[in-house]
């Protein structure tokens, strides 16, 4: 059932637009990998056979590009919390949320988004604007403007193993297509965050995050 729910899921709820196949076993998994390259692999820890950690460590061997997303519903040691961090691009819980996993899908069927990492830890003009090929540059369909407020904001996905909410954040920038902001928390590329009513409950999507001793800054784009 969690096979077939999670396919219709990938295909109908995530648009996903590649192609999808399943193995009910570790086994089948690694032999999948072996003859053939997956994009993307997500892979439940509890598996008939054997142990998920093994099969992610036969992935990262044969076919390195493939990135592993770990689901699972158990209670997690430290040892293995460890692991899954070092090895998987992301962690889903069960049950699983179908906007975390189509939040994910979005952001690795494309790489296009209002928010991109310039490899600076400043904001400066040129982030709101488009360079093409002959370095002429146009502003951007969904222009940034300046925001000095506080927004408070939730985790969908676990932050150092803990579900947090209702976390403030200032925001710097924001526009029609993302949001500019510094909290506290660590955030990664990947995470999901849910905002509260004063962004009109709003989901947003890291798209990139520098952290220092103030805090982290991130790029979230609206999804």
Known sequence: SILSGMSRALQKYCNYPGEISTADSGRKAMDAISSGFYDICFLDLNLPDMNGLN?????????????VVIMTAEYLEDDIKEKITNGAVLFIPKPIELDSLKAFIDKEASSDGDYEYSGD????????????????????ACERRREAKKVSYSLSVFYNWELKSDIEADIIDISAGGIGLVTPYRLYPGTMLRFDGSLGDRTGMVKWSVADEKGCRAGIKFI
Do not use: Q
Request: one cysteine or more; a neutral charge.
């Open 55 to 67: 099969v992610m460590e036969k992935i990262h061997s044969v076919s390195p590009k493939t990135k």
């Open 121 to 140: 830890h400043g904001y400066t003009a040129e982030d709101d604007c488009v360079k093409h090929a002959d370095g002429n540059s146009d502003r951007r």
